[in-house]
């Protein structure tokens, strides 16, 4: 089946979050997740400080409506972060105050949603792209697959996935 995507434009991070498909049930009454949401911000909101201020209030929101109970059925769920530090810029990407608070604001979201069932997936270029708060609280693997990865960084991937899955384990494949 060859089907176009469903195209939702909204004016607001809580629209946005209203418009999420949620999970339907089958005949035999379970969940079926069916549907890949997608929000596209980078390249459509060109203004830097209006993204900012989305993704801040798009994560706030989030965590808002949950802990409210208002936030549709959308759990478990997993949310993607492809380049993620396009939105959630460490020091060593940038020092500019206003994305710095952003990442504030969405490390202490992503952090509490956690717990309502919510599994936030990263990708950066570099895993020290990612601010610390959130690649030390996070459960993660690291893939490196054809990286070019200096030995002192060897060791710490090494040792962050021992202690995040209790075992010994290879961190690059």
């Not at 994560?59 to 380049?83: N, V």
């Not at 959130?134 to 893939?143: A, G, K, P, T």
Request: charged share 25%; with cysteine.
């Amino acid at each position: 089946m060859n089907e176009q995507p469903e195209i939702i434009e909204v004016s607001s991070p809580l629209e946005a979050w209203q418009a999420v498909k949620k999970p339907s049930w089958n005949k035999n009454r379970n969940k079926v997740f069916d549907t890949i949401n997608i929000f596209e911000f980078r390249n459509t909101i060109w203004d830097r400080a209006v993204r900012l201020r989305w993704m801040r209030e798009l994560f706030e929101t989030f965590a808002q409506r949950t802990r409210l109970g208002s936030m549709p059925k959308i759990f478990p769920c997993t949310i993607y972060l492809d380049e993620a530090q396009w939105t959630i810029a460490g020091q060593r990407i940038s020092a500019d105050m206003d994305r710095m608070r952003t990442t504030e604001i969405i490390t202490e979201n992503v952090l509490e949603m956690r717990s309502a069932g919510c599994r936030f997936v990263l990708s950066a270029q570099a895993y020290t792209n990612i601010p610390p708060a959130l690649r030390e609280n996070m459960l993660c693997s690291v893939l490196c697959r054809g990286a070019d990865v200096a030995r002192d960084e060897n060791a710490i991937l090494t040792q962050h996935t021992r202690e995040m899955h209790g075992r010994t384990s290879p961190a690059l494949l």
